[in-house]
């Protein structure tokens, strides 16, 4: 009995800590470059990967 009122106990602390931790700010939306070319010559200018996504327009 006893192990289980100190588990809910710290259950509720952790709970509560969560609760009350700071909003962090989100992080800015991403913005998707619909032109192939321009959206490569932008990822090698600036060093960073290409993510490429293919989808079906129906």
């Known amino acids: 009995m006893r192990r289980l009122?100190?588990?809910l106990?710290?259950?509720c602390t952790v709970?509560?800590?969560?609760l009350s931790a700071p909003n962090e700010k989100l992080?800015?939306?991403v913005k998707w470059e619909e032109d192939f070319d321009?959206?490569?010559e932008l990822a090698r200018k600036?060093?960073?990967p290409l993510f490429v996504?293919?989808?079906c327009e129906r």
């Open 5 to 7: 009122q100190i588990s």
């Open 9 to 11: 106990g710290v259950l």
């Open 15 to 18: 709970g509560l800590f969560a």
């Open 27 to 29: 992080p800015t939306p």
């Open 38 to 40: 321009e959206a490569r």
């Open 46 to 48: 600036s060093g960073k």
């Open 53 to 55: 996504v293919f989808r």
